[in-house]
């Protein structure tokens, strides 16, 4: 204690001042530090919890994207189906429509035979009636009278005969 009293130090303002200095921390420790560490703590859960939630997020994010590849490939897959199906449906309806069409073209080249045949039978049989007039005219110019309806009826009838051979 002499060495303190010589150093100008007294010693009962040293242990007033140590007891002041051990109440001010006393109370800094409960009022200031208590909660400055609850609040450093929470503001640390915090941001472990918001490095979680990214964590969380980077994995949803990449499940998602797994996802929508997916589904694009899907999509991608379907599409290419509902072309090739536009497809057989445009070549079956394009020889659907080359069927018809040439059922359509040997039915007008049938019409069309038939109705040349009846032309041909019908110019045929006008043929044979002026022929057989014809016939008749210089038969009766050579003859020099006119036949009897028999008669008339057998030339006629030879003279088809012939004209069917020829």
């Given at each position: 204690m002499e060495l303190l009293d010589k150093l100008g130090i007294d010693?009962?303002?040293?242990?007033?001042?140590?007891v002041n200095f051990l109440i001010l921390v006393l109370i800094l420790y409960k009022f200031l530090y208590k909660p400055l560490l609850k609040m450093l703590e929470s503001r640390r859960e915090k941001i472990e919890k918001g490095l979680h939630d990214a964590e969380q997020l980077g994995?949803?994010?990449e499940r998602?994207?797994?996802l929508q590849a997916e589904e694009i490939k899907?999509?991608?897959?379907e599409a290419r189906e509902i072309v090739e199906e536009a497809g057989k449906r445009a070549e079956a309806a394009g020889a659907?429509?080359?069927?018809?069409?040439k059922v359509e073209v040997e039915?007008?080249?049938s019409a069309a035979k038939n109705q040349i045949i009846g032309e041909k039978e019908k110019m045929m049989s006008e043929v044979k009636k002026e022929a057989i007039e014809l016939v008749l005219a210089v038969a009766e110019k050579v003859v020099g009278k006119s036949m009897d309806v028999k008669a008339q009826k057998n030339l006629i009838e030879e003279t088809l005969r012939e004209a069917d051979k020829k």
């Open positions: 010693w009962r303002l040293l242990v007033a001042q140590l994995v949803e994010l998602t994207k797994e899907k999509a991608k897959f659907e429509t080359r069927a018809q069409t039915k007008l080249i």
